[in-house]
Nanobody, 114 residues
Framework: QVQFVESGGGLVQPGGSLKLSCAAS????????LLWYRQAPGKERQWVGI????????RYADDVKGRFTISRDNAKNMMYLQMNSLKVEDTAVYYC???????WGQGTQVTVSS
């Protein structure tokens, strides 16, 4: 079955960095675009970005553009989210998926606080 496991979250100060990982299984990883989403407390799940199957087309939500970088390693069935210049408003549970609304992992908590 399709599975996503997110990891790498934690507590970081404003301006700091974190790198999230997404391990995927149960489908032909290299043929799917992959997405990152996040959900802050009391808010709807928000799209963060998308990476094409070969990693040559990457797009970001406006509020993370220039600070976040999505990458993938098709040999390892892994996707990554490098987050720099973190802000308090980046605090959320972060999820990865290939099919929004269909498959979700457990998410990883990112808390940005001084």
């Amino acid at each position: 079955q399709v599975q996503f496991v997110e990891s790498g979250g934690g507590l970081v100060q404003p301006g700091g960095s974190l790198k999230l990982s997404c391990a995927a299984s149960g489908f032909t990883f290299s043929t799917y675009s992959l997405l990152w989403y996040r959900q802050a407390p009391g808010k709807e799940r928000q799209w963060v970005g998308i990476i094409s199957s070969r990693g040559d087309d990457i797009r970001y939500a406006d509020d993370v553009k220039g600070r976040f970088t999505i990458s993938r390693d098709n040999a390892k069935n892994m996707m990554y989210l490098q987050m720099n210049s973190l802000k308090v408003e980046d605090t959320a549970v972060y999820y990865c998926t290939n099919s929004p609304g269909v498959y979700w992992g457990q998410g990883t908590q990112v808390t940005v606080s001084s």
